[in-house]
C-alpha cells in the first residue's frame, strides 16, 4: 500500500482506510462502525475511539502553491476528494447474508416473484420469464439472496426493484448464478426498464459466488447508488454494463465486463452535481467499445487492480488516482478530464499514487489529456504513446515516477512526443500551454 493511498485525516481522526480490495468478511456488528480492508486485512474502526491501533503513520508532502489553489478552489481538498468510510456500510461490505429468518423461494417458468416488505429472500432454481419484483416502503431493506438462480427472460428485468430504501443482491458462496434477457425490453408505464437488474432505489451487489449476466441493453442500471463490494460478476451486454444516475462504487469483486459502449457509467441528467465513480477496490477487467469508465463528475480511483481495453479508458470532469494498479489500452485517449459538469468548472487530472500504464495506439491519441489542469505527484506513470501529454492551461510534474516510451521524464510538455514520427516534442514551443505557467 502505498502512503498516498491512505486518507491524512479522516474526520480529524487520523485514521488511514484505502478499503483496497474490500472482502467485506467481517462479521455484523451492533454498533455503526464502518469495516473497511487495509493490506488484505479487515480493520475495524471503533466508533467509540475512532482510532485503529494498525493504523500506518502518514506523511504528506504538500504539493506546489498552484495546485494546492486550484484544488482547494474546485473541491475544497487538497488529498482525496472522496473519503472511502463515508460511501460503504458495514452491510454493504458484509458478504454473508443472516439467513436465519430468510424467505426462500424456488423459481418456476412464468411464475413472478413479489417482494413488499423487509427481509432476506433466498432464490434458487432455473425458469424463463420471471421477474423478481421488489416494491417495498421506501424505509424498508431487501435482500435478495441467489443461491443457484438462473432466469432467462425474452423482454423484462429479472430483477426489477421499484422501490424500497435499499437492496441487496448476495451470491451464495461458491454459487453459480445467471441473469439474461434475450429480446428487446418492454416499458414499465413511463419507465424504460433497460437492464437485466434495473433498480429505482439504492443497490448493493456482493457475495462470494458468481453472477453471470447477459444484455440485449444495459447489464445494471440503476437510478440512484450503484455499490459492488463482492463476487465474481460477468456482463456481456449490448450497453452499458454498469450505470447509475447517482453514483458507482466499486470496493471489492472480480469484475468483468465486455461491453460495445460504455462499461461503467455515472450520470444524472437532470443533475450535474452527481454522477460519480469511486474505486477502491476488487479487479476489473473491461473490453469497451466506447469508455471504459465514464463519470459526470469524479472519477476517483484509490485502490484495485484494472485492466482496461476501450476507446476511451477513463473520463470525469475531475479524475484523481490515489493508489491502485490499473493497466489501459486506449483508442482514443487514455484518461481525459474534460467539461462534464457545469457545477466543478474546470477539469483536473490529478495523479497522486498508484501504478498508472499506459499504452495508446497510433494516430491523434493522448494518454494523459485534460481540458484544464494536469498534476502529477506521486505514484508510477508509465506511457507508451506517440503523444504522452495534452493540456489546455498548465501542468506539474510535482513527485512520482514518470516513464514515457521507457525513458524517465522530469517535467510534463504540452503533447510529449518520444519514439513517434519525427521522434522529437510534438507540442508547440516544447513548453506549458496554460496562462501563468
Do not use: W
Not at 503513520?57 to 498552484?66: G, I, L, Q, R, Y
Not at 422501490?163 to 458462496?173: G, H, L, M, Q, Y
Not at 461491453?259 to 473490453?287: F, M, Q, R, S, W
Not at 513517434?420 to 505557467?437: A, C, E, K, L, V
Amino acid at each position: 500500500m502505498t502512503k498516498n493511498m491512505l486518507k491524512a485525516t479522516i474526520a480529524g481522526l487520523g485514521i488511514a482506510l484505502a478499503l483496497a480490495g474490500c472482502s467485506g468478511t467481517a462479521e455484523t456488528s451492533t454498533t455503526d462502525a464502518e469495516t473497511v480492508k487495509a493490506d488484505n486485512a479487515v480493520v475495524v474502526v471503533d466508533e467509540a475511539t475512532g482510532q485503529d491501533q494498525e493504523a500506518e503513520t502518514v506523511v504528506v508532502t504538500p504539493a506546489s502553491s498552484s495546485y494546492t489553489a486550484q484544488m482547494t478552489e474546485l473541491t475544497g481538498a487538497t488529498g482525496g476528494i472522496l473519503v472511502a468510510e463515508d460511501l460503504f456500510t458495514e452491510r454493504d461490505l458484509t458478504q454473508n447474508a443472516d439467513l436465519s429468518n430468510a424467505v426462500c423461494y424456488t423459481l418456476e417458468d412464468g411464475q413472478d416473484i413479489a417482494i413488499t416488505s423487509e427481509g432476506v429472500y433466498v432464490i434458487s432454481g432455473t425458469a424463463s420469464n420471471v421477474t423478481i419484483t421488489v416494491e417495498a416502503p421506501d424505509t424498508d431493506k431487501v435482500q435478495i439472496v441467489l443461491d443457484g438462480a438462473t432466469i432467462t427472460n425474452d423482454d423484462s428485468p429479472c430483477i426489477y426493484v421499484k422501490s424500497a430504501d435499499k437492496v441487496f443482491v448476495t451470491t451464495t458462496e461458491d454459487s453459480a448464478n445467471a441473469l439474461s434477457v434475450t429480446g428487446s425490453f418492454s416499458a414499465d408505464g413511463d419507465t424504460n426498464t433497460d437492464a437485466v437488474i434495473f433498480s429505482r432505489d439504492d443497490l448493493v451487489l456482493n457475495g462470494l459466488g458468481t453472477l453471470n449476466i447477459s444484455s440485449t441493453d444495459n447489464g445494471v442500471s440503476c437510478k440512484d447508488d450503484l455499490k459492488i463490494t463482492g463476487g465474481t460478476i460477468f456482463i456481456d451486454c449490448a450497453s452499458d454494463g454498469l450505470e447509475a444516475n447517482d453514483s458507482v462504487r466499486i470496493a471489492g469483486g472480480d469484475i468483468t465486463i465486455t461491453t460495445p459502449k460504455d462499461a461503467i457509467h455515472a450520470e444524472n441528467d437532470e443533475d450535474d452535481t452527481v454522477g460519480y465513480v469511486y474505486i477502491c477496490g476488487g479487479t476489473l477487467d473491461i473490453e469497451a467499445g466506447d469508455d471504459a469508465i465514464h463519470a459526470t463528475t469524479y472519477a476517483q480511483i484509490d485502490g484495485g487492480a484494472m485492466n482496461i481495453s476501450a476507446a476511451e479508458a477513463i473520463e470525469g470532469t475531475i479524475v484523481q488516482f490515489n493508489g491502485g494498479d490499473i493497466d489501459i489500452y486506449s483508442t482514443d485517449d487514455g484518461v481525459n478530464a474534460s467539461y462534464k459538469s457545469d457545477s466543478l468548472g474546470m477539469p483536473v487530472l490529478e495523479i497522486n499514487g498508484g501504478d498508472l500504464s499506459v499504452t495508446m495506439a497510433q494516430g491523434d491519441t493522448d494518454a494523459l489529456d485534460s481540458n484544464g489542469y494536469l498534476y502529477i505527484n506521486g505514484g508510477t506513470v508509465d506511457i507508451s504513446a506517440q503523444f504522452a501529454f495534452d493540456f489546455d492551461y498548465g501542468a506539474e510534474l510535482n513527485g512520482g515516477t514518470v516513464y514515457v516510451n521507457g525513458e524517465q521524464v522530469y517535467e510534463i510538455t504540452e503533447s510529449m512526443m518520444m519514439g513517434g514520427p519525427g521522434g522529437g516534442m510534438g507540442g508547440p514551443g516544447g513548453g506549458f500551454g496554460g496562462p501563468g505557467f
